[in-house]
């Protein structure tokens, strides 16, 4: 090669590489798939026997997260190639991985991959765009478990590919193993692999969909169902639900059923949001071991509400309790003190709880990398249910203060009041 490039470049040696250039451009063995929606190209060709390489080319916008191919319908089992841009964004890495389901598939280190030095991220046309261009040693077969393409090279060889998250989850890594997100986008397509084998490699693939077919047409968005049903409830729990419980709580304790009522919705909403929370953990290494910040408070929070909610039921009964001695003439000022300063207890731990789940929700907003305008919104929108709350606090907590002081009024507190008041009362 060297050689070669050494050569005089004389009229004539510039013209027969300008025809050997394009009857290898129009005889090039490549499937070629463009798929308009995320400016991609994907170019697959399969060397001559006895070859068992697989060589391909991507080429996609450097916002993504990455891009990845699968040699197979599904994400499980396929062999997928994720490239994403290197450390220094110069060039790219290109990963080869595995899965067994709808999960975060892992680095496998014994497919050798080589990429050509045109693998890039250059500017094109306005915008940066990632290229790979590689070859897959020996990817057309590969150890059992481990589908890619069907032999003999099939004409309706399946494929998928998938884009990452954009802007907000950057990844720029040498790292083979890097950890990577969910896609937001993916599809499906078909490539004639008889017609894509033989020599050159890929060539330059462009925007001409060749011996490919993009099945409807179309990519399909990944859905993130079970991530927003979880993020809804749980805000719908903290700005809403777990409020209006310590209202009820602390103003209408003469119903305290009302209390069992909201509280209890209260903990049924907190389990509801957390299962989809639970299986969407499964999704991303990171967050299998329920390691994460947002994942540890969440865990501690909900023991927490479970044992609060176990004690407030034993305060419930305790309170019966008490009330029944007093109710039989033996009133005795310990168990009484007692109760109070266990209801207090009881109180603050829910007011706790309160906090740790606004302060939560915010934390799985950041592990969702939300945009942080989205995270700040969701700052103020808490921080405006705090303010909006204090004066109606102050309010109730005013007017049932006055109640209080009326004479002859039934309120339990009034219980714990030392007879004082009642001897003034029945002074007068
Ligand atoms: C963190 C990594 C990944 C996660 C958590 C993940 C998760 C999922 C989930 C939950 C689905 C179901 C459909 C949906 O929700 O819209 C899905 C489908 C799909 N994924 Fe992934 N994925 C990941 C990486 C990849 C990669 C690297 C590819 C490479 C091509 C890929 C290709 C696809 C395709 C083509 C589908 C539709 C076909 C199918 O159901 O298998 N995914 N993925
Ligand atoms: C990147 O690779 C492309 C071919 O894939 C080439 O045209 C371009 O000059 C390369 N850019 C850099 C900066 O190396
Ligand atoms: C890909 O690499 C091969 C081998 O180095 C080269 O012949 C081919 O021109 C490259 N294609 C592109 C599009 O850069
Ligand atoms: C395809 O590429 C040609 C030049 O190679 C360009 O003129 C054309 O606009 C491109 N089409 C699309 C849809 O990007
Ligand atoms: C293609 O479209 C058909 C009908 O709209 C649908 O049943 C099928 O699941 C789609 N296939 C893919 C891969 O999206």
């Given at each position: 090669m060297?050689?070669?490039?050494?050569?005089?470049?004389?009229?004539?040696?510039?013209?027969?590489?300008?025809?050997?250039?394009?009857?290898?451009?129009?005889?090039?063995?490549?499937?070629?798939?463009?798929?308009?929606?995320?400016?991609?190209?994907?170019?697959?060709?399969?060397?001559?026997?006895?070859?068992?390489?697989?060589?391909?080319?991507?080429?996609?916008?450097?916002?993504?997260?990455?891009?990845?191919?699968?040699?197979?319908?599904?994400?499980?089992?396929?062999?997928?190639?994720?490239?994403?841009?290197?450390?220094?964004?110069?060039?790219?890495?290109?990963?080869?991985?595995?899965?067994?389901?709808?999960?975060?598939?892992?680095?496998?280190?014994?497919?050798?991959?080589t990429l050509h030095p045109s693998s890039n991220i250059s500017d094109s046309t306005g915008t940066f765009q990632m290229t790979a261009n590689g070859t897959c040693h020996d990817c057309q077969l590969l150890p059992s478990g481990l589908k890619t393409v069907s032999q003999p090279l099939s004409a309706t060889q399946e494929m998928i590919f998938a884009v990452g998250p954009g802007n907000a989850s950057p990844l720029a890594s040498n790292?083979?193993?890097?950890?990577?997100?969910?896609?937001?986008?993916?599809?499906?397509?078909?490539?004639?692999?008889?017609?894509?084998?033989?020599?050159?490699?890929?060539?330059?693939?462009?925007?001409?969909?060749?011996?490919?077919?993009?099945?409807?047409?179309?990519?399909?968005?990944?859905?993130?169902?079970?991530?927003?049903?979880?993020?809804?409830?749980?805000?719908?729990?903290?700005?809403?639900?777990?409020?209006?419980?310590?209202?009820?709580?602390?103003?209408?304790?003469?119903?305290?059923?009302?209390?069992?009522?909201?509280?209890?919705?209260?903990?049924a909403f907190v389990l509801g949001a957390m299962v989809p929370g639970i299986l969407i953990s499964r999704d991303h290494i990171l967050t299998q071991k329920m390691g994460t910040p947002h994942q540890a408070l969440g865990l501690v929070t909900i023991i927490l509400m479970f044992s609060i909610v176990i004690y407030g039921i034993v305060l419930g009964r305790m309170k019966k309790a008490v009330a029944a001695t007093i109710n039989f003439g033996g009133a005795s000022a310990a168990p009484m003190n007692k109760t109070a300063i266990l209801g207090k207890v009881h109180a603050w731990a829910g007011r706790l709880i309160w906090v740790l789940l606004l302060v939560n929700n915010g934390l799985g907003l950041k592990l969702s990398e939300q945009t942080t305008i989205f995270v700040l919104g969701y700052s103020v929108l808490a921080g405006g249910v705090f303010v909006f709350l204090i004066p109606i606090y102050f309010c109730l907590w005013y007017c049932t203060k006055a109640r209080k002081g009326k004479p002859l009024d039934d309120d339990h507190e009034l219980d714990n009041m030392p007879s004082i008041y009642d001897h003034e009362r029945y002074n007068k």
């Open positions: 060297a050689s070669f490039f050494s050569q005089p470049s004389s009229p004539r040696w510039l013209l027969y590489c300008l025809i050997s250039q394009i009857s290898l451009a129009l005889s090039q063995s490549v499937s070629i798939l463009f798929i308009p929606e995320t400016n991609t190209i994907i170019g697959i060709n399969f060397p001559p026997e006895p070859s068992k390489d697989i060589n391909f080319y991507i080429t996609a916008p450097d916002w993504y997260q990455y891009a990845a191919i699968g040699f197979g319908s599904t994400m499980a089992n396929s062999l997928l190639l994720v490239m994403y841009p290197s450390a220094d964004r110069s060039t790219v890495a290109v990963s080869p991985r595995f899965t067994t389901g709808h999960t975060e598939p892992t680095y496998i280190s014994n497919v050798r991959i790292d083979l193993d890097a950890r990577i997100r969910r896609h937001v986008g993916h599809g499906h397509f078909t490539i004639n692999a008889p017609l894509a084998t033989g020599p050159g490699g890929v060539g330059s693939p462009g925007n001409a969909t060749t011996n490919a077919v993009f099945v409807n047409n179309s990519m399909s968005k990944s859905s993130n169902k079970a991530a927003t049903v979880h993020g809804i409830l749980f805000a719908i729990v903290a700005l809403a639900i777990a409020p209006f419980d310590t209202l009820v709580a602390a103003f209408l304790q003469k119903w305290p059923k009302l209390h069992v009522f909201t509280s209890g919705t209260y903990f």
